[in-house]
């Protein structure tokens, strides 16, 4: 007996069915899980999901028509629900694994305020998240999503054929990713060429960071973003593509090292009502440490994506996918 093949994957509604699919499936495997606080991976593994799920509602909005409950900020008011525990995970993973060991013991004696607050703060975010699950949104949102994954409606332009309308759908993403204001922190103009200004001590940093720090983190938002968006089309490019998003991820990552270092700094002079400085000297050395590091790490990525070249090679390799992957 002869098995049937899979159709091929073509038009645009087919990329959006799989993706909204695939992410609402993962999303929901981790759900028990969640609600019973089981695992601290459960609950990255599901904002992950939601945060995907987000981007192939949104992006794909134009090829499939879903029901109303199904919405960017239905689905946004969910993932920052489970963001805001996540977040204090890492805090916590962070203080234990990162910093505590290095500590001198008087500082890892001070610590354990933090993480009695830590602890209080989870508590409550838990019962947050456990009564988002529960919620009338919540479920309406799952019921919706199964309904039309057993019954799909799109928009005419879900009839297009993906490598048709691919470079439009990303181009545009590529272009806010380029044109966010984030590149240019530190840097000078000079005769209409941008410099990036190296060898900065890290008081210069530090000041840098507390001026413009959340523009820094909009631009690393900005660059999952996108990787979410590139890492569906994946199948449909070659190399090159697959490297820009290698990039993207890194850039992501380097910006979130920087930036989580901040979140503890200001959750650390929260807690103990003061400068760090005077509590947990050491640990306040470290975090500044840390964020001068990771401007390192930064520059020479900052450096590589103000050139043209690397801009325009970019929009190149979106406006070609690969030929003849799809028949």
């Known amino acids: ?36 606080d089981e695992d601290p991976e459960a609950l990255h593994q599901m904002r ?8 192939a509602v949104t992006r794909f909005g134009i090829a499939v028509d879903l029901p109303k409950p199904v919405s960017d900020r239905s689905i946004g008011k969910i993932a920052r629900r489970l963001g805001s525990l996540r977040d204090l995970d890492v805090l916590k993973e962070s203080l234990e694994n990162n910093y505590k060991p290095n500590l001198p013991r008087k500082e890892q004696g001070t610590l354990e305020t933090a993480f009695t607050a830590l602890a209080k703060q989870r508590e409550d975010v838990l019962s947050s998240v456990q009564k988002t699950l529960k919620d ?13 994954l057993e ?13 048709q309308v691919l470079p439009d759908l990303l ?40 001026t413009e720090g959340e523009v820094l983190h909009s631009l690393r938002k900005e660059a999952k973003r996108i990787r979410y968006q590139m890492e569906l089309f994946t199948d449909l490019y070659g190399e090159s593509y697959t490297a820009y998003i290698t990039e993207v991820k890194n850039i992501q990552e380097i910006l979130g090292t920087m930036q989580d270092s901040v979140v503890l700094g200001e959750w650390l002079e929260d807690i103990f009502k003061s400068e760090i400085q005077t509590q947990l000297p050491t640990l306040a050395s470290l975090l500044t440490e840390n964020r001068y590091q990771s401007w390192q790490q930064w520059q020479p990525l900052q450096e590589r994506y103000l050139k043209t070249e690397t801009r325009h090679s970019f929009h190149l390799t979106i406006l070609h996918p690969l030929s003849g992957v799809i028949s």
């Open 1 to 36: 007996m002869k098995l049937a093949t899979q159709p091929t994957v073509k038009t645009l509604g087919d990329y959006a069915y799989q993706a909204i699919q695939k992410h609402f499936k993962k999303s929901l495997k981790w759900e028990k899980s969640v609600k019973k």
């Open 48 to 55: 992950v999901g939601m945060r995907r799920l987000r981007t």
């Open 136 to 148: 009338e949104p919540y479920k309406s949102l799952k019921e919706s999503l199964e309904n039309w």
């Open 151 to 163: 019954k799909p409606n799109y928009q005419p332009l879900a009839s297009v054929s993906i490598q």
């Open 171 to 210: 181009l545009p993403e590529v272009s806010n990713f380029l044109l966010h204001p984030g590149w240019l922190i530190g840097t000078e103009f000079v005769e209409l060429e941008v410099k990036i200004q190296k060898n900065w001590e890290r008081e210069k940093i530090e000041k840098q960071l507390t």
